[in-house]
C-alpha cells in the first residue's frame, strides 16, 4: 500500500516559522535542535524560491549519510516537493559530474566533496542556492571545505546555512560560518581581523579564545542572521539522563599511566613506546583506560580494564542499547569478547542494521560517534547509549545523543552513560567536553532572547 504523502498543512508551526524567517534573507542560518525537520524546511525554502523565479537550481551540501538517505528521499514524502527531480552526485569525480550535469532542479553532494566541485567549476557551478546541512562541518576557517564553499557563496545568491550544533567547540567556529553568510561584514573580513577583535591568544598552546566580554556583542552582530530554536519549545520529548558510571583503574592501568608520565616511554611485554609531545601521551594514556594501547597500528596490546565488567550489567538488564567506541582495537576486544551479543555498525551496514534496530531485533548496537552521529534516526529500537569511553568532540557527542530522544520515543526517557576510569585523563576529557557542551547551551539560550 502506498504510503500517504504530507501536504504543507502538515509542517509544524516552527517549520513555518523557519521557511518565513529564511524566506527574508538571501543568506542566513538555522540553529535548530536535532528532530525540528529542518530538511523538508530546506526543500520547502528552495521550491518557494523556485516558484518566484528567485532560484532556479540548488546544490545541497550534507553528511555523507544525511545525504544519500535523509535528503535523497525526504522530497518523495511531501505533495509539494515530489515533483521536484533530485539528483545524488556521490561516487567517482566522473559520476558526479554526470549526476550534476544532468537535468534537475537540486543535486546533493558530500561535504567531502565541495572542494573539488569548486576547483572543477569555478565561477561556473550550475547553481543559484546552495543548502548547507550541518554547517558547523566548516568550522575550521582554514579548512578546503570552508574555502571551497567560501568561493561558491561569492557568486551563487542565496544559502541556506542548517546546525543543531553552531559551537561545537568554542565562539571561533562561528566566524566562518557567518563569514559564508555575509563576507565577514558582523564578525570581521577574516580571520585576522576576528582575532584582534574579539580574542585572546593562549600562552602555550597556539589557539585562540574569545574573550567572555565579548560574547554578547557577537550574538548582538549575528543575531539577524541566525534564527535559533529549541525544541523543548515547540514539542515534548523524552527527558534525557545523563550519568556518569565511574569505574575503578586496575593495578596495570595505573602503573602504565605512572610509567608514561614520568618517563615518556612504555616497555611492554613485546614492543616498546616512546613518546615525544604531550599530545602523543594524552593519546596513549586515553587508550590505556579504554584497555588497550597501539604497539604498532593495526596491533594493539591489551590492558586488563573493569569496564567490561561495568558493561555486563547492561547485557544482565536485557534492554536494547546503544555502545559507543573510538579505537579500532576497543572495537576489536568488544566483539572478540561479546560477539553473540553486538551488532556492528558501519558505513556499509548503515540503513539495513538501522532498520534492523528501530524493529527491536539488536539489543546491543556496536557503533562510531564518526559514523552514526549525523542523520540516523535510531528512537525507535531502545532508550539507553552507553559510551564505553568519553570522546573530546562536543558535537559528536550531542549529535548521537541526539538520536533517541525524537519524536517516536516510547520511553519517557532516554539514558546516557558515560563509563569512566575514575580520576583519570578520561575525568578530564568528559569535563573539558561538558564545558563546550554547557557553551553551547548557553550560546543558544542567549540568541534566544
Not at 569555478?122 to 562541518?137: T, V
Not at 553568510?181 to 585576522?192: H, V
Not at 596490546?301 to 569496564?307: A, D, G, R
Request: aromatic letters at 10%; a positive charge.
Amino acid at each position: 500500500m502506498r504510503e500517504k504523502l504530507l501536504t504543507p498543512n502538515d509542517l509544524d508551526g516552527h517549520q513555518v516559522k523557519q521557511i518565513k524567517f529564511a524566506l527574508r534573507h538571501n543568506k542566513c542560518a538555522i540553529v535548530a535542535d536535532m528532530s525540528m525537520g529542518k530538511t523538508v524546511v530546506g526543500y520547502t525554502l528552495f521550491e518557494r524560491r523556485y516558484y518566484s523565479n528567485q532560484a532556479k537550481r540548488c546544490l545541497i551540501v550534507a553528511p555523507p549519510f544525511p545525504a544519500r538517505q535523509t535528503w535523497a528521499n525526504e522530497h518523495r514524502k511531501w505533495s509539494h516537493l515530489r515533483h521536484l527531480r533530485v539528483n545524488l552526485a556521490i561516487g567517482t569525480p566522473k559520476q558526479r559530474m554526470l549526476a550534476i550535469e544532468a537535468p534537475s532542479n537540486a543535486v546533493i553532494l558530500t561535504i567531502d566533496c565541495v572542494d573539488w566541485l569548486a576547483k572543477t567549476y569555478k565561477r561556473k557551478a550550475p547553481f543559484d542556492m546552495i543548502i548547507l546541512d550541518e554547517s558547523s562541518y566548516v568550522k575550521a576557517h582554514d579548512s578546503n571545505r570552508f574555502h571551497a564553499l567560501a568561493y561558491l557563496t561569492s557568486y551563487i545568491p542565496y544559502l541556506l546555512e542548517l546546525t543543531g550544533t553552531p559551537i561545537a567547540q568554542n565562539y571561533t567556529s562561528l566566524w566562518p560560518q557567518m563569514y559564508l553568510i555575509d563576507r565577514g561584514e558582523a564578525l570581521g573580513e577574516n580571520i585576522t581581523a576576528f582575532r584582534q577583535k574579539f580574542c585572546v591568544k593562549h600562552p602555550a598552546f597556539y589557539n585562540y579564545k574569545v574573550h567572555e566580554f565579548a560574547k554578547p556583542e557577537i550574538e548582538k552582530r549575528i543575531k539577524p542572521y541566525f534564527l535559533t530554536m529549541k525544541a523543548s519549545d515547540y514539542m515534548k520529548l523524552p527527558d534525557r539522563k545523563e550519568t556518569i558510571k565511574h569505574v575503578e583503574v586496575t593495578k596495570e592501568q595505573a602503573s602504565l599511566d605512572k610509567q608514561i608520565l614520568r618517563e615518556k616511554l612504555l616497555q611492554l611485554r613485546d614492543a616498546e613506546i616512546t613518546l615525544e609531545t604531550a599530545l602523543a601521551v594524552a593519546n596513549i594514556r586515553r587508550q590505556i583506560m579504554t584497555g588497550g594501547i597501539y604497539t604498532e597500528h593495526p596491533k594493539y596490546y591489551e590492558v586488563p580494564t573493569f569496564k567490561h565488567d561495568a558493561l555486563e550489567e547492561y547485557f544482565e538488564i536485557g534492554d536494547n542499547f546503544i555502545l559507543t567506541y573510538s579505537f579500532i582495537f576497543e572495537r576489536e576486544i568488544l566483539l572478540s569478547k561479546y560477539k553473540d551479543k553486538l551488532t556492528l555498525m558501519n558505513s556499509k551496514n548503515l540503513e539495513a542494521v538501522s532498520e534492523q534496530w528501530n524493529k527491536g531485533e539488536i539489543q546491543c548496537l556496536l557503533v562510531n560517534p564518526r559514523s552514526a552521529a549525523h542523520g540516523l534516526n535510531l528512537q525507535f529500537g531502545g532508550h539507553r547509549i552507553v559510551w564505553f569511553s568519553p570522546i573530546h568532540s562536543n558535537e559528536l557527542t550531542n549529535q548521537l545523543n541526539s538520536r533517541l530522544p525524537r519524536r517516536g520515543q516510547q520511553s519517557p526517557s532516554v539514558y546516557i552513560d558515560y563509563l569512566i576510569t575514575e580520576n583519570t585523563i578520561e575525568q578530564r576529557i568528559y569535563n573539558t567536553r561538558l564545558g563546550h557542551y554547557k557553551s553551547e547551551r548557553e550560546f543558544i539560550n542567549a540568541m534566544l532572547s
